[in-house]
């Protein structure tokens, strides 16, 4: 198991054998600390286990609170206040700093957990509390014990002691802040756009929410801005409070779109979880996507898809042009490589790419898949293959793959995933002897410099006729496709190339 900061007072367990109803106790002899990996590896003389043997160590132990919002932290609850409430920040590796654990997105566990408090606050978990009884011995204190969780990863365990007011949305959701900020109608907005957003989610995937409530909570000073912890989410002040009284397009797209990003985690990063950081664009590129999806069909008036090509598309472009960039799925190694993975490239590219996969597959045909992925993967572990998959399979039942000139969807894909950088794709018409073609060649595009082949990407190209009165400026399905260095595309006089700004992660000249 890994831990960081935390000092072990106590080891005791049993062990029971496959096929056997009786329990042996452990018999620890040696512990073993690897200060590089967190890791700890705990040596028994017991004869060896084998498959099926259930092992139940027992721990004491003592964590100590970190000063800098990760882990188990502790923050004033307001800044009038010098009273203190506790959260947790467990992405990416903290909750190693709070208890013992396998902390890595694919040991997935049920958890039964127990917060002591004294009498006058409220504690907040992942599941709601079954029960409270008084902590023996201490006069004033409370033991809040939460239901059992869904198999879950530890990054997205969380709990919350706070004295904060509530308003409730529809079905199970509840917006945590101060009285003062309750009372001043700030929550309102929010418990709103919670709500829908759910609501929207389960019936865009046909997929519902699995847990039985959802708590959001203004966290003071928090320094991630928002976190997906399954059913208890925390955000800073600006990405979930909003003063309606005096409007702001810019302020009020923060919240919904910082909401709707955490929500769509519920399914894409909570309930399917990528495998191991270094395809972290499972979860983020999709959240990035869906909460788009979901403001396109809640908040219109915000115009989401534009503001995702000036703010997301565009500007990863310019991050992705650069010698420094790096393929969206290349490898982890380190916590520092963890770190690294939270950026641009992951949220922005992540997102650019799925929005490709729509323009190749359909809006209809992309959730279709999608809803087989959430499906079919449910409380499991995923690596991209697994959605170019299912994916790929929605494409074949739609007719909408293979295309010509593609044929496997999951190799095609990786062209964008398993590589650093975009192309620069040239355009030509040309016409000779009264017969017209589009020639269309792509370069590696990276540090302002153009002409390098040494990498290629599979692209999508679309085009329409000018002649004609019907053309379908919203189609984006692809009328052929570059694989190679250049492609030459049969074409009428009045042609044209039709790259719309779909977030295809390709430059364009």
């Given at each position: 198991?890994?831990?960081?900061?935390?000092?072990?007072?106590?080891?005791?367990?049993?062990?029971?054998?496959?096929?056997?109803?009786?329990?042996?106790?452990?018999?620890?002899?040696?512990?073993?600390?690897?200060?590089?990996?967190?890791?700890?590896?705990?040596?028994?003389?017991?004869?060896?286990?084998?498959?099926?043997?259930?092992?139940?160590?027992?721990?004491?132990?003592?964590?100590?609170?970190?000063?800098?919002?990760?882990?188990?932290?502790?923050?004033?609850?307001?800044?009038?206040?010098?009273?203190?409430?506790?959260?947790?920040?467990?992405?990416?590796?903290?909750?190693?700093?709070?208890?013992?654990?396998?902390?890595?997105?694919s040991a997935k566990a049920t958890f039964d957990i127990r917060v002591a408090r004294t009498e006058g606050w409220r504690t907040l978990g992942n599941m709601p509390i079954a029960r409270s009884e008084p902590v023996e011995g201490m006069d004033g204190w409370v033991w809040d014990i939460f239901e059992t969780t869904p198999k879950m990863s530890t990054y997205t365990m969380?709990?919350?002691?706070?004295?904060?007011?509530?308003?409730?949305?529809?079905?199970?959701?509840?917006?945590?802040?101060?009285?003062?900020?309750?009372?001043?109608?700030?929550?309102?907005?929010?418990?709103?756009?919670?709500?829908?957003?759910?609501?929207?989610?389960?019936?865009?995937?046909?997929?519902?929410?699995?847990?039985?409530?959802?708590?959001?909570?203004?966290?003071?000073?928090?320094?991630?801005?928002?976190?997906?912890?399954?059913?208890?989410?925390?955000?800073?002040?600006?990405?979930?409070?909003?003063?309606?009284?005096?409007?702001?397009?810019?302020?009020?797209?923060?919240?919904?779109?910082?909401?709707?990003?955490?929500?769509?985690?519920?399914?894409?990063?909570?309930?399917?979880?990528?495998?191991?950081?270094?395809?972290?664009?499972?979860?983020?590129?999709?959240?990035?996507?869906?909460?788009?999806?979901?403001?396109?069909?809640?908040?219109?008036?915000?115009?989401?898809?534009?503001?995702?090509?000036?703010?997301?598309?565009?500007?990863?472009?310019?991050?992705?042009?650069?010698?420094?960039?790096?393929?969206?799925?290349?490898?982890?190694?380190?916590?520092?490589?963890?770190?690294?993975?939270?950026?641009?490239?992951?949220?922005?590219?992540?997102?650019?790419?799925?929005?490709?996969?729509?323009?190749?597959?359909?809006?209809?045909?992309?959730?279709?898949?999608?809803?087989?992925?959430?499906?079919?993967?449910?409380?499991?572990?995923?690596?991209?293959?697994?959605?170019?998959?299912?994916?790929?399979?929605?494409?074949?039942?739609?007719?909408?793959?293979?295309?010509?000139?593609?044929?496997?969807?999951?190799?095609?894909?990786?062209?964008?995933?398993?590589?650093?950088?975009?192309?620069?794709?040239?355009?030509?018409?040309?016409?000779?002897?009264?017969?017209?073609?589009?020639?269309?060649?792509?370069?590696?595009?990276?540090?302002?410099?153009?002409?390098?082949?040494?990498?290629?990407?599979?692209?999508?190209?679309?085009?329409?006729?000018?002649?004609?009165?019907?053309?379908?400026?919203?189609?984006?399905?692809?009328?052929?496709?570059?694989?190679?260095?250049?492609?030459?595309?049969?074409?009428?006089?009045?042609?044209?190339?039709?790259?719309?700004?779909?977030?295809?992660?390709?430059?364009?000249?």
């Amino acid at each position: 198991f890994q831990m960081n900061g935390l000092d072990i007072k106590h080891l005791n367990g049993t062990a029971t054998r496959q096929n056997s109803s009786t329990t042996e106790l452990l018999d620890f002899h040696m512990i073993y600390y690897n200060l590089q990996e967190d890791l700890v590896i705990l040596f028994a003389l017991n004869p060896l286990f084998d498959i099926g043997d259930i092992i139940e160590p027992e721990i004491d132990f003592e964590a100590n609170v970190h000063p800098h919002g990760f882990g188990l932290y502790k923050e004033n609850c307001d800044e009038k206040s010098e009273k203190y409430c506790w959260f947790t920040q467990f992405e990416s590796v903290g909750a190693r700093e709070a208890f013992p654990c396998h902390d890595e997105p694919s040991a997935k566990a049920t958890f039964d957990i127990r917060v002591a408090r004294t009498e006058g606050w409220r504690t907040l978990g992942n599941m709601p509390i079954a029960r409270s009884e008084p902590v023996e011995g201490m006069d004033g204190w409370v033991w809040d014990i939460f239901e059992t969780t869904p198999k879950m990863s530890t990054y997205t365990m969380a709990f919350a002691i706070q004295d904060f007011e509530f308003v409730s949305g529809s079905g199970n959701m509840t917006v945590w802040a101060t009285k003062e900020l309750i009372d001043a109608g700030y929550a309102d907005y929010a418990s709103i756009v919670g709500s829908d957003s759910i609501k929207f989610i389960e019936e865009l995937f046909g997929v519902k929410y699995t847990l039985s409530k959802m708590d959001m909570v203004h966290a003071p000073n928090f320094a991630a801005g928002a976190m997906e912890n399954w059913g208890l989410v925390l955000y800073e002040y600006d990405y979930l409070l909003y003063d309606q009284s005096n409007p702001n397009d810019n302020k009020k797209w923060d919240v919904f779109d910082t909401i709707a990003h955490e929500l769509a985690h519920q399914w894409f990063g909570n309930l399917v979880t990528m495998q191991w950081w270094d395809q972290l664009w499972l979860n983020e590129g999709f959240a990035t996507y869906v909460s788009h999806v979901v403001g396109a069909g809640l908040e219109p008036s915000l115009n989401p898809w534009d503001r995702f090509v000036a703010e997301d598309m565009l500007y990863v472009v310019m991050e992705d042009s650069t010698s420094e960039s790096w393929a969206i799925s290349n490898p982890v190694v380190s916590n520092e490589d963890i770190d690294r993975k939270f950026g641009w490239i992951t949220y922005d590219k992540g997102g650019s790419l799925i929005r490709m996969m729509e323009s190749i597959l359909g809006f209809d045909t992309l959730i279709k898949g999608l809803s087989s992925y959430l499906n079919n993967m449910a409380f499991m572990n995923t690596v991209e293959e697994d959605l170019f998959l299912h994916l790929e399979a929605a494409g074949l039942l739609d007719g909408k793959w293979p295309q010509d000139g593609v044929e496997d969807f999951t190799e095609t894909m990786k062209t964008w995933t398993q590589q650093a950088g975009l192309p620069l794709v040239t355009v030509k018409k040309i016409t000779e002897n009264g017969n017209t073609v589009v020639e269309a060649s792509q370069t590696w595009y990276k540090d302002g410099v153009v002409g390098s082949t040494d990498q290629l990407w599979d692209i999508p190209l679309t085009m329409v006729d000018l002649s004609k009165d019907d053309n379908d400026w919203d189609e984006t399905t692809p009328k052929a496709w570059l694989t190679d260095t250049r492609v030459e595309i049969e074409a009428s006089e009045n042609s044209i190339p039709s790259f719309k700004q779909e977030g295809c992660g390709a430059t364009i000249a």
